[in-house]
């Protein structure tokens, strides 16, 4: 199975993706579908430090936004935090007819938790044909199957911190399937924190395996 490459909008490459396919957005509209208070604590970083607060988050994503979660075919989980803004986005199998992908997020800023949705995607070959839905389906998995690896992110985000500069945070998080084993893998970016001056090795990448070990550091 070939790689894949996430393309936003005007197909601009989004770095964290790793891939040799293309994606292309189809559509950006969004909708709000409920507001609640963030009542999220900043300092501790990015959702899933602590135990159980990314499966509350994602509890309450499917729930605003009517996702039945026995027929939710994820193609990725993506965590990201910045700025005092911090976003968990899942994009799963919407049409497996037309091949469409689209997301359910959750946004944090200062003062509100907001369900956004809507985001569409296609997967394209390297042809710039539209990938049938059997050419990408052994990359889609359901939360029950991914939900061990998921109560696994405390522990790979403070091994993450070890490892990490003092001068920088944990920018993003993304579980996937690798393209090639299919076993899962989940992604991390480091940035330099607001205010300092960027170190040597304030951006780097940290990949661990399907045990949620440590496997690649760059």
């Known amino acids: 199975m070939k790689k894949l490459t996430l393309l936003v909008v005007a197909l601009v490459a989004i770095t964290f993706a790793n891939c040799d396919w293309k994606k292309g ?17 900043y300092a501790k970083g990015i959702v899933g430090t602590d135990a159980g607060d990314f499966e509350n ?3 309450k994503l499917i729930e ?36 469409t992908l689209k997301s359910a997020e959750a946004n944090y800023d ?13 997967l394209k070959t390297d042809e710039g044909k539209r990938a049938k839905y059997e050419q990408y389906q052994d990359l889609l998995f359901s939360y029950p199957e991914v939900k061990p690896l998921v109560a696994k ?4 985000i403070k091994a993450v911190k070890e ?23 989940t992604t991390f970016k480091t940035a330099a924190k607001e205010g300092q001056n960027i170190q040597k090795g304030d951006y780097k990448t940290f990949v661990f395996d399907a045990e949620g070990k440590l496997v690649s550091e760059k």
Not at 110 to 122: D, K, S
Not at 153 to 156: I, Q, R
């Open 57 to 59: 988050t994602f509890d």
């Open 110 to 122: 200062n003062e509100h938790l907001r369900y956004l949705g809507g985001e569409m995607i296609v």
């Open 163 to 185: 490892k990490a500069n003092s001068t920088s945070y944990i920018s993003e998080w993304q579980i996937e399937r690798d393209q090639e084993t299919l076993a899962f893998t």
């Open 25 to 41: 957005v189809s559509s950006l509209a969004k909708s709000v579908t409920g507001v609640d208070d963030a009542n999220y604590d």
């Open 64 to 99: 605003k936004r009517g996702i039945k979660l026995d027929t939710l075919q994820i193609y990725f989980i993506n965590t990201t935090f910045r700025d005092k803004t911090c976003k968990v986005k899942v994009f799963a199998l919407d049409d497996k007819e037309k091949n």
């Open 153 to 156: 992110l405390p522990e790979m």
